[in-house]
């Protein structure tokens, strides 16, 4: 499949950003979404690789991105619930002191 | 035939949604451009010829956590006031830094990507050939149930402990559980009532739909429990739903259904068959519809309940 090598691109470009969020941005929501993009760079790698032999794809990396996509749904509602639970504590949306003092 | 410029659009669009949503200079652009990147992302999956992926992102990725980070946002806003959003950031220098080194990232990647040989035999080969020995036409729902069943059996564990570990650092539930129209004294908007009415039979009918398909098209217990979640969200946001603070034996009945079941029907195999996780001869059709069955429901109740951020539900009088 010729589409294979621009998804593959596409993920590699995907990874970059999502790494690059997850370092440069210190809201923790941001950083949260940043985790979400990378997780889903990998899962397009995956299926992108799945249609590389040709058809019919390859069902495990389906199977296996299908659980993925629930695990990452729960890991990311859990992440959420983390993040209302430090904030309502806290005060604070980023684990970065402020530097104008205790908000 | 390759419809170069679909593809090329799609890929632009994933990069550039996710660079707004990684940088977009408010937080709700950002959240609102990651719901439209779970929406691209659906479409790069049909692409792919991958459609049961496009089913559970269009539903989960897109729209469930949406409806989460959204939720989440608003529980930020509303005692945090929309000025003070921003955390404090990094220096430009140092930004700058970890973009070039994203840069390089990207590019080793790529390369290695890029020219990285397939498998010999890859697993899926294998599971292809032998999906004439199940009752199943679907290879993808054939590999989750039967090849890999154990991936999913682990799966409804690492489910289950979402949830509890969300339970536990939960905050404290607070009385404003459906919109505020659902409070004495406001009335709620005239088209909501007739909307869910409308609403609610088909979303049921399409869960039990994906459901039944999921053996021979498209489909499955994964599908369909994340329509039945949106079901769960709608009648939580419209007040048909109120979250409480304890759960009924019912409901935590139907949160561990799916694991007790699987593992009783994986039990079941080791009887008969000798091994865990495989079905007795001639039954493996009626059980795993039945795993299935259980499992969209535990999926629905947990993800549903994720969302409220409540330990269960009870009707609205």
Redesign the interface.
């Known amino acids: 499949?010729?589409?294979v090598?621009?998804?593959?691109?596409?993920?590699?470009?995907?990874?970059?950003?999502?790494?690059?969020?997850l370092?440069?941005?210190?809201?923790?929501?941001?950083r949260?979404?940043?985790v979400?993009?990378i997780g889903?760079a990998v899962?397009?790698?995956l299926?992108?690789?799945?249609?590389?032999?040709g058809?019919?794809?390859?069902?495990?990396?389906?199977?296996?991105?299908?659980?993925g996509?629930?695990?990452?749904?729960?890991?990311?509602?859990?992440a959420?619930?983390?993040?209302?639970?430090y904030?309502?504590d806290t005060g604070?949306?980023?684990l970065?002191?402020?530097?104008d003092g205790p908000? | 035939m390759m419809v170069w410029w679909l593809d090329g659009l799609l890929a632009l669009g994933l990069l550039w949604l996710a660079w707004q949503a990684v940088t977009a200079p408010r937080l709700f652009r950002s959240v609102v451009m990651f719901i439209v990147f779970g929406l691209f992302m659906s479409l790069c999956w049909a692409r792919l010829a991958a459609p049961d992926l496009a089913l559970a992102e269009a539903a989960i990725g897109a729209g469930l956590t949406g409806a989460l980070l959204l939720s989440a946002y608003r529980a930020l806003l509303v005692r945090h006031g929309a000025g003070r959003e921003e955390a404090p950031g990094i220096a430009p220098a140092l930004a700058r830094a970890i973009a070039v080194g994203s840069g390089v990232l990207f590019a080793v990647l790529a390369g290695i990507l890029l020219t990285l040989p397939g498998a010999e035999a890859p697993a899926g080969r294998e599971a292809l050939a032998r999906m004439e020995e199940l009752a199943l036409d679907n290879p993808v729902t054939g590999v989750l149930l039967v090849f890999r069943a154990y991936d999913t059996l682990m799966e409804m564990g690492v489910l289950l402990l979402a949830l509890l570990g969300a339970r536990v650092v939960a905050e404290p539930l607070r009385a404003a559980g459906p919109g505020p129209w659902r409070r004495p004294g406001l009335s709620e908007p005239v088209l909501v009532a007739p909307l869910v009415a409308l609403l609610v039979p088909l979303i049921v009918l399409v869960a039990g739909y994906l459901l039944w398909a999921g053996t021979t098209a498209p489909g499955g217990a994964f599908q369909a429990g994340a329509v039945l979640a949106a079901l769960g969200v709608l009648l939580r946001l419209t007040g048909r739903l109120r979250p409480t603070l304890t759960n009924s034996l019912y409901e935590r009945a139907v949160l561990v259904l799916g694991l007790a079941v699987f593992t009783a029907a994986g039990a079941l195999g080791l009887g008969t068959e000798g091994y865990m996780l495989s079905y007795p001869a001639g039954w493996s059709y009626p059980l795993i519809l039945v795993v299935e069955t259980t499992l969209m429901l535990s999926i629905a109740l947990t993800l549903a309940l994720l969302f409220s951020g409540s330990n269960g539900f009870r009707g609205a009088r």
């Open positions: 499949m010729e589409q090598p621009l998804y593959v691109l596409t993920a590699a470009g995907l990874f970059a950003i999502g790494v690059y969020g370092l440069v941005q210190t809201h923790l929501l941001r949260i979404l940043a979400n993009v889903n899962f397009l790698l299926v992108a690789w799945a249609v590389r032999d058809r019919p794809p390859d069902p495990v990396p389906h199977a296996m991105v299908l659980t996509i629930v695990i990452a749904v729960s890991a990311t509602a859990f959420l619930a983390l993040l209302r639970r904030y309502r604070r949306v980023s970065e002191d402020r530097e908000g």
